[in-house]
Nanobody, 125 residues
Framework: VQLQASGGGLVQAGGSLRLSCAPS????????VGWFRQAPGKEREFVAA????????HYADSVKDRFAISRDNAKNTVYLQMNSLNVEDTAVYYC???????????????????WGQGTLVTVSS
């Protein structure tokens, strides 16, 4: 497993969760990292991305102002803080890493080289 995603679980609507993503046995401090999600019966979709330094972030419209992506390169970890969760946020969340330090809006999932195994987030009404 190239990346390890954790922090998923069951939460009530309106609640919060924080996901974490870290690589296995190496550092990813030079590379951009993104979060994607896949709900049952739906295609995988982009959620958020962050460049290598954390100075640039991008979000899907559906999560903007509710989710925040950040990174702590000293801890070799990227986070996704999810607030005001609703049932439509229920999905398996995946973190992914590019081989480049930058990321721009619209960067496709195919441009990410490494993926984690996913962590399930379930939001109950």
């Amino acid at each position: 497993v190239q990346l390890q995603a954790s922090g998923g679980g069951l939460v009530q609507a309106g609640g919060s969760l924080r996901l974490s993503c870290a690589p296995s046995g190496r550092t990813f401090s030079s590379n951009a990292v993104g979060w994607f999600r896949q709900a049952p019966g739906k295609e995988r979709e982009f959620v958020a991305a962050i460049n290598w330094s954390g100075s640039s972030t991008h979000y899907a419209d559906s999560v903007k102002d509710r989710f925040a992506i950040s990174r702590d390169n000293a801890k070799n970890t990227v986070y996704l803080q999810m607030n005001s969760l609703n049932v439509e946020d229920t999905a398996v969340y995946y973190c992914a890493e590019r081989k480049y330090g930058t990321v721009v809006p619209g960067t496709p999932a195919s441009s990410y080289a490494y993926w984690g195994q996913g962590t399930l987030v379930t939001v109950s009404s």
